[in-house]
C-alpha cells in the first residue's frame, strides 16, 4: 500500500518506497507509462475529458477512456486555489494519489510549474502519487511572465533526468504559453514552435501549446515541429478533423468541471424559487 502519507519527500529512491504486497510497484508504474506513451502515437488522437476529483476519475474511467488526465485548474477551484502554481504541493500530489488509487488505468497529472519543487522532489512526488505522466508549464507566474526558453528547456531536462534516475520513464507534457502573451500573433506562433522543438530536445515527449485553435496554424504546428502535439478541444475543431490534421492528443482542460457547475447552480436556482414559493 502507499505510505501514509503519499506526498512526502524524502533522499530514497521512490522504487524503493513504493512497495505492493511485499513487490515493488516500479513494474505497474512502468508498464502504465508504456501505455500512455503509445497512446500517443496511435491511429487515433488520445482524447482527455479532464478529471478533477476521484468522483469524476471513475466516470472518465467507467466510459471506456484509456488514461484519466487531471485538469490544474478544476483541481485548483475544487480546494479553493487560483490556477496559478500557487497550490499547496501537499495538496496537489495528494489529489493525484487519491485519483490514482481508485483508477486501474493510467494517470497523468497537470502539475502547473512545479510547485516551486526541485525536479529530484517534484518526480518522487509525482511517482508517489502513482501517476505517470505530467504537464509543467513555461509560465513564470512569480514574475507574471515567460519563462526564458532555455531556463525552461533545462528543467524539463532535469525532470527526465530525475525521472530516469527513478527507473520509470514518465510521460512529460511540455505546454507552451507563447501564444496567451501579449505581442505580434506571428511572432508569438514562431515562439511556440521554436519552444516546441527546443523542448523536444530537452525530453518533452509531447508539446501543449495552449490557446492555439485555428485549422490551418494546428497544421503548420503539426508539421513544423519533431514530435505529438497536445490541443485543448473546446474551441478548436472538431476531434475527427484534428485527428486529421495530425493531432495527437485532445483535452478538455476545465471545461468538464465549469459545465457541471453551471448544471450544479442552475438546480440549486430551481431549488431556491421552489423554496421562495413556499407559503
Known amino acids: 500500500s502507499l505510505p501514509t502519507n503519499p506526498v512526502a519527500g524524502g533522499t530514497l529512491s521512490c522504487i524503493y518506497r513504493l512497495k505492493k504486497k511485499g513487490r515493488p510497484v516500479t513494474a505497474d508504474l512502468n508498464t502504465k507509462a508504456d501505455s500512455l506513451r503509445r497512446l500517443h502515437r496511435g491511429p487515433r488522437p488520445l482524447v482527455l475529458p479532464n478529471a478533477w476529483d476521484v468522483a469524476s476519475a471513475r466516470l472518465v474511467q467507467g466510459a471506456g477512456f484509456p488514461v484519466v488526465a487531471t485538469s490544474s485548474g478544476a483541481v485548483a477551484a475544487s480546494l479553493g486555489y487560483k490556477d496559478n502554481n500557487s497550490m499547496a504541493a501537499e495538496e496537489a500530489f495528494g489529489v493525484v494519489a487519491r485519483i490514482s488509487g481508485k483508477v486501474s488505468i493510467p494517470v497523468t497529472a497537470d502539475m502547473e510549474a512545479g510547485y516551486h519543487l526541485t525536479p529530484k ?18 509560465w513564470d507566474h512569480d514574475a507574471g511572465g515567460l519563462v526564458a526558453a532555455d531556463d525552461q528547456a533545462d528543467w524539463l ?40 522543438n527546443l523542448y523536444f530536445q530537452a525530453g518533452a515527449d509531447c508539446v501543449f501549446p495552449i490557446r492555439l485553435t485555428d485549422e490551418d496554424l494546428i497544421r503548420d504546428f503539426v508539421e513544423r515541429v519533431g514530435g505529438p502535439v497536445s490541443i485543448v478541444g473546446p474551441g478548436a475543431p472538431s476531434l475527427a478533423r ?21 448544471d450544479l447552480e442552475q438546480t440549486l436556482s430551481s431549488i431556491a424559487t421552489e423554496v421562495d414559493s413556499i407559503p
Open 121 to 138: 522532489d517534484f518526480v518522487n512526488r509525482l511517482l508517489d502519487a502513482r501517476a505517470v505522466g505530467c504537464n509543467l508549464e513555461d
Open 157 to 196: 531536462r532535469a525532470v527526465r533526468g530525475a525521472a530516469s534516475e527513478t527507473g520509470i520513464d514518465i510521460v512529460v507534457n511540455a505546454r507552451i504559453d507563447s501564444l496567451g502573451s501579449e505581442g505580434d500573433p506571428d511572432e508569438l506562433f514562431e515562439d511556440a514552435v521554436r519552444r516546441a
Open 242 to 262: 484534428l485527428a486529421q490534421l495530425g493531432v495527437a492528443r485532445v483535452s478538455f482542460a476545465g471545461h468538464l468541471m465549469q459545465g457541471v457547475l453551471k
